[in-house]
């Protein structure tokens, strides 16, 4: 393996020094030094796996419901979005969301480092999956205009926030963090091959705006206009909602899929690469899980 990917293998785990601390700590992260810490990661699961059931069943259209009632006061009628306590949703998701609470003030004041714990990217989306929930409910007891608060940017985007749950999952498989880390390796790759894509989609739209400048019917109105076009058709997608209409526009669009399948292609060896490295590795110590 090379020192590259071999580098992001922790060679040593440290443990805390205070006993109480060193219990609590190998209860959240090692399922397997004793019973009691099987059964905390599998609990675990289950609420991870229920919260992103939950977070997708709620937007289903035969769940919708209301969520603003109007508050009668001395000024006038003004509305007012309020969680309804009983709804089975919010119920399941407060259940939740206090688990991970729990396990992430457990794992807080037993880490043997706050800052190499605050640093690590898995505890900031465990932080980023605990914190919509508060924000959302401070927002919905807020007053204010009803349709706004609900369809506001900052809202929606709070409301994503939650899908970061499945991040969680990552401390449980060991699959999903070998994926990670091949990620991590294959950053300056993956970093010059979204440069190139760049490149290519900037060139591409370009050539096919002006091939089709002259066509009445085309659907390229401007080059920024044929970006989503370009990215389409290099990732050989097709969606077909844009397309040419030319022949010297689809001359550029055949040039388009042939340099997108050799510029995808060129970073996929060393991502393959990467992979089988950390499989290997982690298959040899005996720790591949699904």
Partial sequence: ?????????????????VDWQRAVWMLCEEPDSSRAAKVFAVVSIVCIMVSITNFCTETLPAFERPICINVTSDGGATYQVQPNYRDPFFIVETVCVSWFTIEFILRLVSCPSKRTFCRNI??????????PYFI????????????????SGSFIFIRVLR???IFKLSKHSQGLRILGMTIKTSMRELGMFFFFL???MVIF????????????????????????????????VGYGDITPVGIWGKMVGTLCV?????TIALPVPVVVANFNNFYRHESGRGYISA
């Fill in 136 to 151: 959302i409910l401070i927002i919905q007891n807020t007053e204010g205009n009803c349709e706004s608060a609900k369809k």
């Fill in 258 to 262: 042939i340099a997108g399948v050799l």
């Fill in 205 to 236: 739209s370009s050539a096919a705006y002006y091939a089709e400048v002259g066509e009445s019917k085309t659907q390229f109105t401007s080059i920024p206009g044929a970006f989503w076009w370009a990215i389409v058709t290099m990732t050989t």
């Fill in 163 to 165: 899908v970061f749950r």
């Fill in 122 to 131: 898995m505890n900031i989306f465990d932080a980023l999956a605990i914190v």
């Fill in 198 to 200: 760049v490149v290519a």
């Fill in 1 to 17: 393996m090379c020192k590259r990917c071999f580098c992001w293998f922790p060679k040593v785990k440290i443990l805390p020094e």
